[in-house]
């Protein structure tokens, strides 16, 4: 079946250095890939999406990358700070494309060092 | 996101016991899921509606059951609580997008 695999499991960063998550993914008509941040005792909220007729999307400090042949998928963030550490989770969408499910990655926790 | 909400908020219950979960949303979406999470295990699908006539299992339904009570309502129950269903639980709607929208999530205790 679909398998998202996400790595790594933790990070830990100092404030200001860039942080990278990866994620491959399984089926190859997957086309939605979107990363969620989650804050401690929170819920899940999207920061970031991508489809498969992208190859790049920035949004201020956060980036995603998408390789369709390789099938992965990477978050990356730059000057890092404190309060972006937070557990992310990457998605990907399961075909058919219109029914929005989505598979979700083991999460990695990020953590910002002052 | 106060459009997507869940109650209980938390909940401790023996096993054997019935419980629901309930889900309502005002932000007008056809689609609603239920998902658990488990430290190192992701969000993995319970079930999900594309609307109140279409509920589908999704990777981890057994000793779950759902009902759409109406487009904004999503229920979860689990018949007869086990330990092991012990969890976090989130609610999520999504609209045309794909864009999934999560409630606060309900924190299940089965002892």
């Known amino acids: 079946g679909e398998n998202v695999e996400q790595h790594p499991s933790t990070l830990s960063v100092q404030e200001g250095d860039s942080a990278v998550i990866k994620c491959t993914y399984s089926d190859s008509a997957s086309n939605y890939f979107p990363w969620y941040k989650q804050e401690l005792g929170k819920r899940p909220q999207l920061i970031i999406d991508i489809r498969s007729n992208v190859g790049e999307k920035k949004d201020q400090r956060i980036a995603v990358t998408l390789n369709k042949t390789a099938k992965h998928f990477s978050l990356h963030i730059t000057e890092t700070q404190p309060e972006d550490s937070a557990v992310y989770f990457c998605?990907?969408?399961?075909?058919?494309?219109?029914?929005?499910?989505?598979?979700f990655g083991q999460g990695t926790t990020l953590q910002v060092k002052p | 996101d106060a459009d997507v909400t869940q109650t209980p908020r938390n909940r401790i219950t023996k096993t054997g016991k019935r419980i629901m979960l309930e889900c309502s949303q005002t932000k007008g979406h056809d689609r609603m899921y239920w998902y658990r999470q488990d430290p190192g295990l992701g969000l993995r699908l319970i079930y999900y509606s594309f609307d109140v006539k279409d509920i589908n299992k999704g990777e981890i339904s057994d000793g779950y059951s759902v009902s759409r009570q109406a487009q904004a309502k999503f229920s979860l129950s689990l018949e007869s609580a086990i330990p092991n269903q012990t969890a976090l639980y989130f609610c999520?709607?999504?609209?045309?997008?794909?864009?999934?929208?999560f409630g606060p999530g309900t924190r299940l205790t089965v002892l």
């Open positions: 999520a709607t999504s609209g045309a997008t794909d864009t999934q929208y």
């Open positions: 998605a990907a969408s399961i075909p058919p494309s219109n029914t929005g499910k989505l598979i």
